[in-house]
T-cell receptor, first 117, second 112 residues
Framework: AQKITQTQPGMFVQEKEAVTLDCTYD???????LFWYKQPSSGEMIFLIY??????QNATEGRYSLNFQKARKSANLVISASQLGDSAMYFCAMREDQTDSWGKLQFGAGTQVVVTP | KAGVTQTPRYLIKTRGQQVTLSCSPISGHRSVSWYQQTPGQGLQFLFE???????NKGNFPGRFSGRQFSNSRSEMNVSTLELGDSALYLC???????????FGDGTRLSIL
């Protein structure tokens, strides 16, 4: 069964606008971590932001914020003031904290974001 | 601080051959994970090593193997290559626990 679902295959966003990328997850593990990564066309995966399941506040990192709704099992990424350099594929990933799973990330299918001038 | 280094960046092999990919983690990181990325299957977890021990393995055939050395550098090996093994292979390292994984630029493997 798919553990991470990203329902938006692609989207266009205008420069300087905010964009929300959807991510829902499925786990029965009470302790888990949620991550967002950015992959430009060059291929490298760039870590953006992390949210732990027990974190009380939504994570923020510069222009990135994570809208964490635990009851809905939702972890949407918000990018404020989009820039042309934000054009990339964005992946949501989950790590379940059961024993020996710390090193295993499960990824969604990704959302391709294109920022237009 | 140097990032995760993967070598080689590109590799072309033929069916039936074997290949070894290398990953040098960020200094101080003891956890190294490997992923395969293909257009059809997306990103899939291969295995993870921590302190020279394989802690977790994904759902891949035994042709895929790996190891980690005492300096935390890791290698993965694929034997008897098949066309479907063509992919971007990504290595990631972390301090372990709840720390995020940081990825290398990947090795793009093409099988002819």
């Amino acid at each position: 069964a798919q553990k991470i679902t990203q329902t938006q295959p692609g989207m266009f966003v205008q420069e300087k606008e905010a964009v929300t990328l959807d991510c829902t997850y499925d786990t029965s593990d009470p302790s888990y971590g949620l991550f967002w990564y950015k992959q430009p066309s060059s291929g490298e995966m760039i870590f953006l932001i992390y949210q732990g399941s027990y974190d009380q506040q939504n994570a923020t990192e510069g222009r990135y914020s994570l809208n964490f709704q635990k009851a809905r099992k939702s972890a949407n990424l918000v990018i404020s003031a989009s820039q042309l350099g934000d054009s990339a594929m964005y992946f949501c990933a989950m790590r379940e904290d059961q024993t020996d799973s710390w090193g295993k990330l499960q990824f969604g299918a990704g959302t391709q974001v294109v920022v237009t001038p | 601080k140097a990032g995760v280094t993967q070598t080689p960046r590109y590799l072309i092999k033929t069916r039936g051959q074997q290949v070894t990919l290398s990953c040098s983690p960020i200094s101080g990181h003891r956890s190294v994970s490997w992923y395969q990325q293909t257009p059809g299957q997306g990103l899939q977890f291969l295995f993870e090593y921590f302190s020279e021990t394989q802690r977790n393995k994904g759902n891949f055939p035994g042709r895929f193997s790996g190891r980690q050395f005492s300096n935390s550098r890791s290698e993965m090996n694929v034997s008897t290559l098949e066309l479907g093994d063509s992919a971007l292979y990504l290595c990631a390292s972390s301090l372990g626990g709840h720390q995020p994984q940081h990825f290398g630029d990947g090795t793009r493997l093409s099988i002819l």
